[in-house]
């Protein structure tokens, strides 16, 4: 089961890497097109907030790939909890204030995968 774990924390810190490059550099060319209810004209107004958003992003990705590196089983099961908790409630509020696709692919793997690793 460990090995199912290492592979969602590893899948969750991919989607917010993603998340980085997307906020960062690619906040004008596809952010009209996954948030489709946003006025077009806000992207490039708001280029420098959503890139600072991508480094946060970022820094959650860089805690769930550090748990790797961590040989203490029980230090990196908090570790990876503390991050997935931090990225679950991000996701929440952005379900909420932001769009609802949020929770499907930043909050439910998060969640998942702190179940996993109290279950297990």
């Known amino acids: 089961m460990q090995l199912v774990i290492n592979i969602l924390i590893g899948l969750v810190a991919l989607i917010h890497i993603y998340i980085l490059w997307f906020e960062m550099f690619a906040w004008t060319t596809k952010g009209p097109k996954v948030f489709r209810n946003f006025p077009k004209d806000l992207f490039e107004k708001t280029t420098s907030l959503a890139a600072n958003q991508g480094l946060y992003n970022g820094f959650l990705a860089a805690g769930l790939i550090w748990t ?34 949020i929770f ?17």
């Open 104 to 120: 499907f692919v930043q909050t439910l793997p998060a969640i998942i995968t702190i179940s996993l690793i109290l279950v297990f």
């Open 68 to 101: 790797f590196f961590i040989q203490n089983a029980e230090w990196s099961d908090n570790v990876a909890l503390f991050f997935l908790a931090c990225i679950a409630v991000a996701g929440i509020y952005g379900t909420f204030t932001a769009d609802k696709k």
